[in-house]
Structures are given as C-alpha cells and as structure tokens.
C-alpha cells in the first residue's frame, strides 16, 4: 500500500485563473443574479458548480443573454466578433480573458495586418483557439498535429505569403517543440512565437519530475481543462500509470494496489482544496511521508479588468 506521496509544486491555480475568479466573485459580490458568463469562467466542474450556485449562468450564445446584462467573458478570451456583438447589444462587458491569452490575440492581429498567413497551434473546439482564430479567420490556419500540415491547401500551403506561428497557452511543451519543428522544416522563414505560458511549462515539467520518481499518478482537474488533460498525458509518458480525475470521488482504490509512491498534482483552474481529501484518504490508507517536490516559484500577479471598480 502506499507510504510516500510527492506533491508536485507549482500545481493547481495560475495567475490567469485566480483573477478570473476574483472577477466573477466581485461582480456576484456587487451585482444581483443572475450575472451572465460567456462560456465557463474557466475549466473546471467544482468551480464552474460554485459560481452556478451563486447565480453565475454560464452560455455559450450571446443571444441567450437579455440586452443591457452583465456579461464576464473567460479567462479564454473570444473573438473580435463576439466583442462586438456584446457592444451592440448593449451588455456591460467585464473581460477577465488572461492577459497571457490577450498577448496571443494581439501578436495574430499584428501579423494579419503586416501581410502574414499565420499558423495557430492548437487543439480545434477549445474556447481559446476559437478566441484566437476568430482575430483573422481568414488568414489563420489551425495545426494540431504534424500531419495537419500535409493537408494544407491555402495560405501558407500556397507560400505566397510569409508565415506567423502562434501557439494555445496550454499546450503539451513537448508535442508543440515538435509541431513547430515541422512548420520550420516546411517554412524555414516562419516567424515563430511560442506562447505556451509560464504556469502550463512549470507545471508540465513539476509533473514529468514526480512521475519519473512514483508508482502512481494523480492529476487532478476536469476532462475539458487542457492544461490538466495535457498533465495527464505528460506523467503517462514518462511510463508510470497516471489518472485525471475531477476528484476523491472518481479515484479507485485499486489503482492503489502494489504502489509505494503516489505523485499528485493539478491543473491550472483547480482548487487546492480538491486535494485535501485524497491527501487524507492517503494518510488513512497508510502514508507517512508527504514530500513536496519543488520545480519552480511562481510569483506571477496580473491586475484586475477595466470595468471592476
Ligand atoms: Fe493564463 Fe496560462 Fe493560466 Fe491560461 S494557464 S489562464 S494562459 S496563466
């Protein structure tokens, strides 16, 4: 059974998501419900819960939102278009899109505007890349996989522009290295900006470390959380079992069965809180040793929106 478990630091909450928390929880503070959010404020089930229980409603269509209401956009951040639909609508926008998904957006507009095609590396469907997309449809191609760049068959693929590379904030550091060395060997001339952040390589590199050193991993976060799929598929690689769970209730005590050292972290909009209880339940199952394992210190705030008095 086991006896040692490694706490992967950095773990859990980044920058990003604290403040788009502290938004919606100032907003629902001052504000009566219902207090409108496009999309989930961010991905997780245990938050996205909470916020519902106070009266956030979370859509995914303005038009399910009356004229003149509150609306907070996610930490994801969204398209011009949906920008502007707001704005005619009348909704009283608080944007608490992270600043590190806002850099993304600019560099895409830029490049549209200087003559680029650009490349944007990233999981189709995902509320960010829509976002990010959406600043020059017409000019940006999505590249998942290496073997998007086989079907190409417009923009780049015609080479008659220069090519700009952008990248999703939350993306697997070693997949990415390895999509964007097919782009370069493609197009040695593309500008390339990978903006895979700050908390997504810190906690990427805590997990890979524990993984290397347990018989078990824990990754706690939800199934459309990125950054916590990612984490998952990061300790897997490293050879040692490895699990997502959105929480204490989806973990099987099987998976226990001959292993001496558990590895637990979490994704990036997960709260610390959702560890305790595994924590416990691993203490009553027989661990003694709890050792923090300790690959960066983040010291990384952003400010509040406009908006937020
Ligand atoms: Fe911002 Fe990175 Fe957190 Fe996403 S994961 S909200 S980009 S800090």
Redesign the pocket.
């Known amino acids: 059974m086991p006896h040692t478990l490694l706490l992967a630091e950095p773990r859990g909450f980044?920058?990003?998501?604290v403040?788009?928390i502290d938004v919606l929880n100032a907003v629902l503070d001052r504000e009566p419900p219902p207090v409108y959010a496009f999309h989930e404020i961010?991905h997780n089930r245990h938050v996205v819960e909470s916020f519902r229980a106070r009266g956030a409603v979370f859509v995914d269509a303005l038009a399910e939102v009356p004229n003149g209401a509150r609306i907070v956009f996610s930490?994801?951040g969204v398209s011009p278009a949906v920008v502007a639909e707001a704005r005619a609508r009348k909704l009283r926008i608080i944007d608490a899109t992270?600043?590190?998904?806002t850099k993304v957006h600019l560099e895409t507009r830029k490049a549209a505007r200087d003559g680029f095609d650009i490349l944007l590396v990233g999981h189709h469907g995902h509320d960010?890349v829509t976002g990010t997309l959406g600043e020059a449809p017409d000019r940006t191609t999505i590249v998942d996989t290496p073997a998007d760049l086989d079907t190409l068959t417009r923009g780049p693929g015609g080479g008659e522009r220069p090519v700009f590379v952008v990248t999703q904030?939350?993306l697997s550091v070693e997949d990415t290295a390895g999509v964007i060395d097919a782009i370069r060997a493609r197009y040695p001339a593309a500008e390339v900006r990978n903006d895979i952040?700050?908390?997504?390589t810190n906690r990427q590199l805590a997990v890979r470390t524990i993984a290397q050193r347990a018989d078990l991993v824990l990754v706690v976060g939800s199934a459309n959380s990125s950054?916590s799929v990612r984490l998952r598929e990061v300790a897997a690689s490293t050879g040692t079992p490895a699990y997502r769970v959105d929480g204490i209730a989806d973990i099987d005590p099987a998976w226990y069965d001959g292993v001496g050292t558990v590895g637990l972290t979490a994704g990036?909009?997960v709260p610390d809180e959702l560890l305790e209880p595994i924590i416990a339940d691993l203490r009553a199952r027989g661990v003694t040793r709890i050792e923090p394992v300790v690959v960066a210190t983040e010291t990384?705030t952003f400010q509040p929106p406009d908006g937020l008095d």
């Open positions: 980044c920058a990003g998501v403040r788009a961010v930490a994801h992270c600043p590190l998904v960010e904030t939350t952040c700050y908390a997504t950054n990036a909009s990384v």
